[in-house]
């Protein structure tokens, strides 16, 4: 392959990818043409991308960047899969994916520049709770604090009101009130 195809290979990988510091390592040798359009198909609904890639020509182009995480796995044919929220959400997908195509081999991902390698590593990652879900995790941990703190406030209190209620009402109805 000549230099300026493999530069030309390069500038297209870096407009794909663009500044993505997360992605997924996948192999499809061995599925059909059939079942790896089914696969892209279904992929592209949930805005996941699956580029094959010629890893020396990917390494050139990020081997600079967090995806240099993954040089360890890139022997044999290799599929780069980025998208969505997060990679998480990736790797969630093609776990379900490789359910129905047990021919997906999960190479490896890597998340904020830490690389999960292997099966094993890929559905820990599918584990692991997307942005949007932290987040919420996050804020109702931080609000339940108050809220206990509201219930503890305003239990005492509205019992008292109670009672200041139910004496209203007697004096109200010209009741006498006992001593205590």
Same mark, same amino acid.
């Given at each position: 392959m000549s230099k300026p195809v493999k530069e030309m290979i390069v500038r297209d990988y870096k407009n794909r990818v663009g500044d993505l510091e997360d992605a997924m390592l996948i192999s499809l040798r061995g599925i059909s043409a059939n079942d790896t359009n089914e696969i892209r198909q279904t992929l592209a609904k949930k805005e996941i991308r699956v580029t094959v890639i010629r890893n020396a020509l990917f390494m050139k182009a990020f081997g600079d960047s967090k995806l $240099? +995480?993954?040089?360890? *796995?890139?022997?044999?044919?290799?599929?780069?899969?980025? @998208? =969505?929220?997060?990679?998480v959400e990736v790797a969630r997908e093609i776990v379900e994916l490789a359910k129905t195509f047990p021919g997906i081999e999960l190479r490896g991902a890597v998340l904020d520049g830490e690389l999960y390698a292997g099966e094993e590593g890929v559905t820990r990652l599918s584990k692991f709770p997307?942005?949007?879900?932290?987040? $919420? +995790?996050?804020?109702? *941990?931080?609000?339940?604090?108050?809220?206990?703190?509201? @219930? =503890?406030?305003?239990?005492p209190g509205s019992r008292l009101l109670g009672v200041i209620k139910a004496i209203e009402e007697k004096l109200e109805k010209g009741e006498s009130i006992a001593k205590v």
């Open positions: $240099a +995480e993954l040089s360890p *796995l890139l022997t044999g044919s290799n599929a780069l899969a980025y @998208g =969505a929220e997060s990679v997307t942005r949007e879900e932290a987040i $919420a +995790e996050d804020v109702t *941990l931080i609000l339940s604090p108050a809220r206990n703190l509201m @219930g =503890a406030v305003k239990g």
